[in-house]
Structure formats: C-alpha cells, structure tokens
C-alpha cells in the first residue's frame, strides 16, 4: 500500500503512532508461552506458536486505536523458520483486520538481489509462471549504504519504503556524523532519500521513500524535517529507548502529518507495569496505545 | 566456527573460494523445479522444495572441492517460510558435510536487536530456559551503517563475520566513496572494522572480523589489503558480475591467504553452457568449481 494509504489510516484514526511488535519469548506473559510450549513443545516450533498466539490477541486489542504494526524481524527469525511462518501470518492477521503493516527488515543488498527481497516483501513470487505472496507487506524499512541500485527495486510496487537515515542507537553517529564536504553522512543520505522519492509524491504531499530517524535525536530530528519537507518519517526510539512525546512533535509538519511514531515494547510489555495482571496483557497494552495516542496529540496540535 | 576454522579448510583443499547458493527458480534446471511442484504443489511450498533439491544437490557436488557455501537469504526468503526452511535445512546439511557455511544476511540493527539477529544466525535462541539453534550458521555478513552497537553483538560466539566495506555494485561509490575529512566512508568503515577485530587475530593472522570488498573495484581492493593486514575479505562480484581471476588477486596476501573468492552464478548455472544437459548440473557446477579453483590458484601463487 502506497503512502496515501497509511496517511489515510492514521487521518481516520486520529492516531500517527504504530506498534512495533517485538515478540522475543520474554516479554510474552508466561502463562501465554507455557501454553503454547504444551501443545507445540518446548522448541522453536513451539516459541512461534507463543509469537502468534501473543501477535494475535495483541492485533485484536490494538486495529482500533493504531493504524499500523510494525514487526521486527528479528524477533521472528530468532525462533528459525517457524518464527518466520509466525511472521508471515502476523502480517497476512493485521492487513485482514484494516491494519497498514511495515516489515522492519532493514533489507539491503546489490541490484539484483534487492530486486529478490524486494519481491518477498512488497510484491509477489515468480512460481511456474504465476504470482504468489511470500509476506505481503505494505512497506518495508530498507538500509541505503549500497546507493541507489540496492534501494530503487523496493520501488516497483507501488508501496512505501523507510530508508534508514538517523538511527536511534547510541553509536549511530560513528558513520553518520562524519561529515563530508560540510555535511553529514546523514545529510547526504538524506538527500539520495529526496531523490528517490521525487516523482513519487502522492496526495497529500508527501513521497513513497520516507526515512528513518530515531526519536533519540531531536535536534536532528528537527533539522532533517525542515530538510526534507515531502518525505514521511518513521521515528522509533519513543518510550523504553528514551525518546519522549515533546522530542518527537519535532517529526511532524505544521498540518499534523509527516510523521509516524513507533513504540514497541512500552505496547506489549504494559502488563508489567502496575496493576496489571500478566492475563491482562493485551487490554493493558490497548490502555497503552490510547495514552500514548493521546499524549502525542497533545504534543502535536 | 571462528575464522581459523575456515582457513583451515581453505589451506585443506588448497582452494579460496566459496560457493554462493542463490538459488532463484529460473538458476534451478526446469526439470527439478517440475518435479518438485509434482510433489509439492506449483506454489511456495513447491519452489521452497526445488530449492532444496537444487542445493542438495550442489553440496554433493562441491563438498570436497570447495572450503565453504554462502547462500544469499534474499532467494529464500523469496519464498517465504517455506524457502527459509529450505535454507535452514541447507545450512544443516552443508555442515554435516564438512563445510563452513557464511550465511550471506546483511543483517543491521540497534543493539537489542542486533543481539536477536546474532543469536538467530551464529548462536542459539532461548526456549524456556534450554538453547536451541534457529540456523547455525559459522559465519553471516552484516551492513555496519549503525556502528559499534549495532556490528558487536555479533561478536559474542566466537565466530567469524564479514562486514560490508565496499560492495561490488555500480552505485556503491554514492556513500561510499564519499569524502570525509580527507578519506572515504569505505576507509572510515574499513577502521572500524579493524577496531572491532583487534583482539580476536587467531593462529593464522586473521581477526574474526572480516570485510566484504568487491571483485569489481580492483584498485579499492588493493588498497584495503595494505591497509587491513590482520582483516579477512570476502570477494564478491567473480565471474557474473565481471570481475576476473587477476582482478581477485590483489585481495591476497604473499602467503595465498586473506580472502575468500564468491561466486553464484557461475557455479550454480554452469550447466546452462555448451556441452552440458539440464541433468547434468551438479556435474557442471563440479567442474565449474574446479576450473574457478585453479584459475585462481594460478593467479595468487
């Protein structure tokens, strides 16, 4: 789905935040992966079977409230091929229940082997002749140090793509802070990110190739808004790494857009905080998405 | 298994390369990809099942020619879950033959999840307190962009892996070749990689923190070898993407050591040349692999 279409989500909903799902076993409930573990075993096979039994009931909780998931896939491929099948399904669950999903992949590669990744994750597998979806994303995050012959494949779909710019890490400046020629690695990416989105702007001003920059970094943050006035941002870094509301409103543009909030384990691991019991897990991480839905507004009109 | 292990196996088969398993569908002779959907289905299942039969096949073929394989994650994922479990089954077999298995992913992420990345493809994930491989691979390649935090993780199972310095692609010069403070990014990258190494040079010389420098840029090429003498390269971009025996050479050191040579392409669609048959693949691929052997032999010694 192309950027409209997550725009679109996020006007309906009122809401420009997305859920990052993370699934690693310790933050599932324990009760969740011991039932799992009983009728899978206590093995990878039965580790994915926590993963989306978790992803389900989180998705059931959450399509009201947050226009988009984002699972990391990390966390999938963790629990081998298995964990992916969990990944697979997440996706193909959330599309079904109205939600706009971005696979953070962070894929990269040359040319042709963009291309193959680019065909997993956004667009259909060549099989004897005929089409079939490997993952169906509608967007995907993408990791640009190989220029634009490893970046322009995820282009072919008609779908968003996030293009690593900032990142939220602590060492993220020992690359991306050198400068060159007066300025930044981030800066030069940022502007190979402008230009592979030029063309490309949809209906409400703002083009397929978004960026990632972290909520860590808000000075950046603000400086690569003024930049790059037609790209949207995928801003992660918000809550467990230290990002608040006020460091992110720097994201958005004037009319409120321009800018999507991921928060991953402050969702699924709201049952820890108190007051909660672990079989309350998805209404507190419901509860979660309202107050963090909330608070962002706030910061933003 | 550390980067001595895989010079050990080099030294033993007096061969420094390695053979890259893409297998896309349209690389896999059509007489297997017919038989496998017979089985399977003409759908992911069935081209995940050609994929296996294909590799099987070719590490039959290989194992006592070739030190290592390095299948390239994009064309399983490509077909989805089912292709991914066609590459865990691959990584195992290639192990139970004896070879050192680079599990080509180009993984990159934050620290937390750089460290899930890691325990997926070099360590063992935790399932209810027990650990359990997910692929098993000895060694993966990872896209450094997000520095220390983001390439360390990787470094905690005494194995080796290779970082992407300067990559074979034609746009690979559009961040990488940029200048900083009066060196490229790559030279920047290239430091880093030697930092994170110091400390792990193993009994032959070698860090377990190698660099991936492409075949198609002799001239960087050569210039990295001096620079990076403890630093083991992996040579992408022979063969197929026009790089040549004399092209690689300059990846060496005066004692034939210090990289490893890839090819795809060349190897897994060898029987696609005059004199061969469709059935004759792993057959071409054999020889293919034979005749890469020696070319290169001939170049560095």
Chains 1, 2 share one sequence.
Request: proline letters at 4%; a neutral charge.
């Amino acid at each position: 789905m192309s950027i409209d279409g997550l725009i679109t989500k996020i006007k309906e909903k009122e809401n420009p935040t997305v859920a990052g799902l993370d699934p690693k076993l310790e933050h599932i409930p324990a009760y969740l992966v011991e039932e799992a573990f009983g009728r899978c075993g206590r093995n990878l096979g039965g580790a994915a079977e926590a993963v989306w039994q978790f992803n389900k009931r989180l998705i059931d909780a959450l399509y009201d409230i947050v226009p988009a998931i984002k699972p990391q896939s990390a966390y999938y491929e963790l629990y081998g091929w298995e964990g992916v099948r969990a990944l697979a399904r997440t996706i193909e669950y959330a599309k079904r229940r109205g939600l706009y999903v971005i696979a953070d992949v962070k894929r990269n590669d040359i040319g042709t082997t963009a291309a193959a990744y680019a065909e997993a994750y956004l667009g259909a597998s060549e099989i004897g002749g005929a089409g079939e979806e490997a993952f169906g994303a509608d967007s995907v995050t993408v990791n640009g140090y190989l220029g634009s012959d490893g970046v322009k494949p995820f282009l072919s779909y008609g779908k968003s793509i996030f293009v690593l710019v900032k990142t939220s890490n602590p060492s993220s400046g020992e690359l991306q802070d050198l400068t060159v020629g007066g300025e930044t690695v981030y800066r030069r990416m940022a502007a190979l990110v402008k230009e592979w989105g030029a063309g490309s702007v949809g209906r409400y001003g703002y083009s397929e190739v978004g960026a990632v920059v972290g909520a860590t970094y808000p000075a950046q943050l603000a400086e690569l808004r003024k930049e790059m006035p037609e790209t949207y941002f995928l801003v992660p870094g918000y809550g467990a790494q230290g990002g608040g509301a006020k460091d992110v409103a720097a994201a958005f543009r004037e009319d409120g857009l321009g800018a999507v909030i991921n928060a991953s384990r402050s969702i699924m691991c709201a049952y820890k905080k108190e007051g909660y019991r672990p079989e309350d897990f998805a209404r507190a991480a419901r509860e979660e998405a309202v107050r963090m839905r909330d608070e962002i507004r706030g910061c933003i009109f």
